[in-house]
């Protein structure tokens, strides 16, 4: 072990920034050094394995910011398996990592030079040594491979100045662009995406897809995951040759998924067909249980089948919250036990809130924001009380007194 080696470990849990400050002798590459403390810290929770892990080298900040958490990669290798992988957007590799211990080969394209040189190293430490790395732009290396069992594509949500885009035709590479070269050359593929796009936009870029999987962590919507096939139609030779198509979506499964943190997966799936033709009941009372459904779930808009399946009774056509007086144990999402609700009249705020002094805030189909109400109600955050400003089925506007069921 080198100075810079041993400098890292010894101070691996330090201040970066008093360590930046503090004087070092002369041997130590305190560049490299602080990048590596920094870089290790900022994986400890999203990436924990590797954090374990001494030999791991981290890149700059943002390709950790960017890339993917282990559970959200753990989730995405349990969707495809084979003989060959291509990660076109590697990345740091996280992604490519885990996923690549399904398939017999895979390689891993990145434009960065920098990145791949980590890239390689963090493989080899990892013991995936069934990973070829190569170093070019994913465009160009989609012209030259034969077929694949599946390709992946995380592509950067960035444009030229640094700016965070969410359209899918914005991204780099273009998928839209792409999707023929795609769709000839692999037999699967998988695209993540922001958990800001608009799926109903995103479908009509990529009518093919087959399957939608959105990804949450501990109540967050991280991603969404396309699954992509084409209808492989024979041509010359015997090769596949997927021929562009304008037909609309035909069914498919969308699945929702919310990972906590004991490792547990919420997981709720539903057909398109069964949201759009789905009859449920709206509640004209407040029953003894308030549910919210997980960030997943809300993103993909299962907002019927949500009700039918778990026989739940409705708020309002826009608020989302449910109710019913018989406890669904298995709810994927959260469970209140109703309180109370009240308007705005302020002898009404003053019963239902009194010796209250924090509560936890959130806002469901309600004129004005969580700050605007927290200062109106004189509240801190936080607290075992939660309060639901919502519109109800007859148009009243209210707020609902809850307490957590699973505290």
Same mark, same amino acid.
């Given at each position: ?7 890292? =470990? ?25 990048? =590596? ?9 999203? @990436? ?52 690549? !211990? =399904? ?7 990145? !434009?960065?030079? #920098? ?16 990973? =070829? ?9 989609? &012209? ?52 800001? $796009?608009?799926?109903? $936009? ?5 009518? &093919? ?40 979506? #035909? ?33 004209? #009372? ?25 026989? $739940? ?15 669904? #144990? ?30 936890? @805030?959130?806002i469901r189909n309600f004129p004005g924001s969580v700050d605007e ?35």
């Amino acid at each position: 072990m080198n100075a810079t080696e041993s400098f890292i =470990q010894t101070h691996r849990s330090d201040d970066v920034r008093k360590l930046a400050f503090a004087s070092h002798p002369a041997d130590i590459d305190l560049p490299f050094a602080l990048s =590596q403390i920094s870089g290790r810290q900022a994986i400890k929770n999203k @990436i924990p394995s590797w954090h374990e892990n001494d030999h791991i080298i981290y890149p700059k900040h943002l390709s950790l910011e960017q890339c993917s958490s282990e559970a959200t990669a753990k989730y995405k290798a349990t969707l495809v398996k084979g003989e060959s992988l291509a990660d076109l957007t590697g990345g740091f590799g996280v992604d490519c990592a885990f996923m690549s !211990r =399904q398939f017999k080969s895979t390689t891993y394209i990145e !434009r960065s030079e #920098e990145l791949c040189k980590i890239a390689e190293n963090n493989f080899n430490v990892l013991g995936l040594n069934h990973i =070829q790395v190569v170093c070019g732009q994913a465009v160009d290396y989609l &012209e030259k491979i034969s077929e694949v069992d599946c390709i992946f594509l995380d592509p950067a949500r960035r444009d030229g100045v640094g700016e965070k885009v969410v359209a899918i035709q914005d991204c780099e590479p273009n998928i839209v662009e792409l999707k023929e070269q795609l769709l000839n050359k692999a037999e699967t593929v998988m695209i993540k995406l922001s958990p800001m $796009l608009d799926i109903s $936009l995103a479908l009509q870029s990529l009518p &093919e897809t087959t399957a939608i999987h959105v990804v949450s962590v501990n109540g967050e919507c991280k991603e969404l995951v396309f699954i992509v096939t084409p209808p492989p139609t024979p041509s010359k030779g015997g090769q596949r040759h997927f021929e562009r198509s304008e037909k609309t979506n #035909e069914d498919f499964q969308i699945t929702c998924i919310n990972i906590l943190k004991n490792g547990t997966i919420q997981e709720f799936s539903f057909l398109k067909s069964e949201e759009q033709q789905c009859n449920i009941n709206y509640a004209s #009372e407040l029953r003894k249980f308030i549910y919210e459904p997980n960030a997943s779930i809300l993103k993909a808009g299962a907002y019927k089948t949500i009700a039918h399946k778990f026989n $739940l009774k409705k708020l309002h056509l826009d608020s989302h919250l449910y109710t019913s007086d018989q406890l669904v #144990e298995n709810f994927p999402g959260r469970v209140f036990r109703f309180v109370s609700s009240f308007s705005f009249n302020k002898k009404e705020i003053k019963e239902n809130l009194k010796n209250v002094e924090q509560a936890n @805030i959130s806002i469901r189909n309600f004129p004005g924001s969580v700050d605007e109400l927290r200062k109106k109600l004189k509240l801190k955050d936080g607290g075992d009380i939660y309060l639901f400003a919502t519109t109800l089925y007859d148009g009243r506007k209210v707020i609902l007194k809850v307490e957590s069921n699973r505290l």
